[in-house]
T-cell receptor, first 115, second 113 residues
Framework: AQSVSQHNHHVILSEAASLELGCNYSYGGTVNLFWYVQYPGQHLQLLLKYFSGDPLVKGIKGFEAEFIKSKFSFNLRKPSVQWSDTAEYFCAVRYGADSWGKLQFGAGTQVVVTP | GAGVSQSPRYKVTKRGQDVALRCDPISGHVSLYWYRQALGQGPEFLTYFNYEAQQDKSGLPNDRFSAERPEGSISTLTIQRTEQRDSAMYRC???????????FGPGTRLLVL
């Protein structure tokens, strides 16, 4: 079965530290890849997405992600986090031409940034 | 501009009651999606529509769950004879014609006692 794995459930780090969140998926065919974020008390918002082209994708708020097809990975990075980056982060994958309406999400990573 | 809206935001009901959850998509969005999110998990796909046509309902857990979008705009997710295991956050999203980015609403938190 197709799956999406996020490596860490909880991450705690200090302001100005670098952040990397792992995401792996299980399917070898065509995929669209997304990172969503949910700030406390808010709804899911899109951080960035990858459909094709340059595998290094830049999103909002200084986030970027790299698609590595050979590793089935789409890791999220930010060089220097701020307290306002405290949120839950979800990786999501849309598999194949038959499933374009369906996003499959990872379990999420709760990120806490301490001042 | 207005985003996806959902109502009610919170719903507490007793086991065995029926509930109806409403989603109002972004104006002009063709596609509408329903997800369910349990505590500590990511959203799980339930069903989606293009216009008024239900394209995929493979994620609906059983026949107590149904969804409709009769005029291709507002959608209702109905859960009949609710059970405690139905307690979750129910999320709605919409997207434009290209079915690219899905924009999410605030969700409805359902608690079945």
């Amino acid at each position: 079965a197709q799956s999406v794995s996020q490596h860490n459930h909880h991450v705690i780090l200090s302001e100005a530290a670098s952040l990397e969140l792992g995401c792996n998926y299980s399917y070898g065919g065509t995929v669209n890849l997304f990172w969503y974020v949910q700030y406390p008390g808010q709804h899911l918002q899109l951080l960035l997405k990858y459909f094709s082209g340059d595998p290094l994708v830049k999103g909002i708020k200084g986030f970027e992600a790299e698609f590595i097809k050979s590793k089935f990975s789409f890791n999220l990075r930010k060089p220097s986090v701020q307290w306002s980056d405290t949120a839950e982060y979800f990786c999501a994958v849309r598999y194949g031409a038959d499933s374009w309406g369906k996003l499959q999400f990872g379990a999420g990573t709760q990120v806490v940034v301490t001042p | 501009g207005a985003g996806v809206s959902q109502s009610p935001r919170y719903k507490v009901t007793k086991r065995g009651q029926d509930v109806a959850l409403r989603c109002d998509p972004i104006s002009g969005h063709v596609s509408l999606y329903w997800y369910r999110q349990a505590l500590g998990q990511g959203p799980e796909f339930l069903t989606y529509f293009n216009y008024e046509a239900q394209q995929d309902k493979s994620g609906l857990p059983n026949d107590r769950f149904s969804a409709e979008r009769p005029e291709g705009s507002i959608s209702t997710l109905t859960i009949q004879r609710t059970e405690q295991r139905d307690s979750a956050m129910y999320r709605c999203a919409s997207s434009g014609l290209a079915q690219e980015t899905q924009y999410f609403g605030p969700g409805t938190r359902l608690l079945v006692l």
